[in-house]
């Protein structure tokens, strides 16, 4: 299935090639975050936040995976469907060099960002910083020194049942440090 996005006017159209069914075994609320997925990426796409309209072959599509889309298809509120940790920069497999900046979004109890810098399963480096806001996405940033090689960047919140170790939600980047 291919599709296009456009934005004539600040409508925001997904085209699709043939319809889009949903797949055998994909329950409603998996077919509702997919479809999610595609407004919050063809929205990054045309720089807008509205609402989305899904056509197939440019006649209107009733529904997508089994979702009824006759309407536009308002964008869902960030903290209801985003990973509540992820990392923007670097992105995975980058070559970074020996000081590089890590920025991403937090939705964490009291801000905390945790990291860790790892060589298999061995901790190299770790650290914390804090979001700018607590408990809704709000971006982050901090700074890491290492040697050349190959290394996993693990970003995550906080356990707060004992305060101690990795929370509900982390992002991870493969990432070579030259």
């Known amino acids: 299935v291919e599709a296009t996005i456009a934005n004539a006017g600040g409508a925001v159209t997904i085209d699709f090639s043939e319809p889009l069914g949903r797949p055998a075994g994909m329950n409603d609320e998996s077919a509702q975050m997919v479809l999610q997925s595609l407004v919050w990426t063809a929205d990054a796409a045309v720089s807008t936040t509205g609402a989305v309209t899904f056509k197939v072959n440019g006649s ?3 529904e997508v995976l089994g979702v009824d889309t006759s309407a536009p298809v308002e964008r869902a509120s ?10 923007s920069t670097p992105t ?5 060099p020996t ?4 920025t991403g979004q937090a939705a964490t109890f009291e801000a905390n960002v945790v990291w860790e810098l790892k060589q298999g399963e061995k901790t190299v480096r770790h650290g914390f910083t804090t979001a700018t806001e607590c408990c809704t996405l709000s971006p982050y940033k901090f700074t890491v020194h290492a040697t050349p090689g190959d290394y996993t960047l693990v970003v995550h919140d906080t356990d707060e049942s004992d305060g101690e170790g990795v929370g509900t939600s982390q992002d991870t980047k493969n990432i070579t440090v030259q």
């Open 99 to 102: 000081q590089f900046e890590v």
């Open 92 to 96: 995975e497999h980058a070559k970074v």
């Open 78 to 87: 960030a903290d209801s469907v985003l990973s509540t940790v992820s990392i």
């Open 60 to 62: 209107p599509a009733a």
